[in-house]
């Protein structure tokens, strides 16, 4: 069955370093997603992407945050310069449909001291 | 905006047993989709069942069996014949119907759901 996958599983870096996530999705799906989860928090959106752009995008992601698909593969997730409360798991999705249900990643624990 | 409820944060039943996770959710949307997602100790999010909110019919998939009451805003979870496979985090999610573009999921809480053998 076809997988999101998504690098590195855990990254710790020191805060006020940037930070890339890396995923790739589904390879015939056309939206894609990232969201986070705060130790023991619910699952947060951050940004939809579709069509080379932003769709929609949450509070949470601010200027410090930017998304890439540098190429017709990956799904990149960049922090400038992180915080400590940016710590938490990061999941990448993508979906075929608009509403037909995403297939998630298994998720990059992000961890700054 | 959206919220969604999970009132219950743990609930714990034996194997074989029928268990019902609640969900209500707050909008003024009308038209929208409503997911319950699974979340087992491997951390990966796994959807469980999709409803649309313009179908009367409540949704299923083999053990998992949905009952969605619109006009209470209601969403809950049936589960039937539980396995120790089941044992998980469940979260209930909203998504509105937008022109375009791609939409984000709003989840709830989580109920933490232990299938004792």
């Known amino acids: 069955e076809p997988e999101v996958t998504q690098t590195p599983s855990h990254q710790v870096t020191q805060m006020g370093q940037e930070v890339i996530l890396r995923c790739v999705p589904i390879?015939?799906?056309?939206?894609f997603y990232w969201y986070r989860q705060i130790l023991g928090q619910k699952v947060e959106f951050l940004v939809s992407?579709?069509?080379?752009?932003?769709?929609?995008k949450s509070e949470i992601f601010d200027d410090q945050f930017s998304v890439e698909r540098p190429d017709g593969s990956n799904f990149t997730l960049k922090i400038r310069s992180t915080k400590l409360e940016d710590s938490a798991m990061y999941f990448c999705?993508?979906?075929?449909?608009?509403?037909?249900?995403?297939?998630f990643g298994s998720g990059t624990r992000l961890t700054v001291v | 905006a959206q919220t969604v409820t999970q009132s219950q944060p743990e609930m714990s039943v034996q194997e074989a047993e029928t268990v019902t996770l609640s969900c209500t959710y707050d909008t003024s949307e009308n038209n929208y989709y409503l997911f319950w997602y699974k979340q087992p100790p491997s951390r990966q999010m796994i959807l469980v069942i999709r409803?649309?909110?313009?179908?009367?019919q409540n949704a299923t998939e083999n053990r998992f069996s949905v009952n969605f009451q619109k006009a209470a805003k209601s969403f809950s979870l049936k589960i039937s014949d539980s396995q120790l496979g089941d044992t998980a985090m469940y979260f209930c999610a909203f998504m509105k119907l937008s022109g375009g573009g791609a939409d984000g999921l709003t989840f709830g809480k989580g109920t933490h759901l232990i299938i004792q053998p």
């Open positions: 999705a993508s979906s075929v449909q608009r509403y037909y249900g995403y297939t």
């Open positions: 409803q649309e909110a313009y179908k009367q």
């Open positions: 390879s015939n799906h056309l939206y």
């Open positions: 992407f579709y069509n080379n752009e932003i769709s929609e």
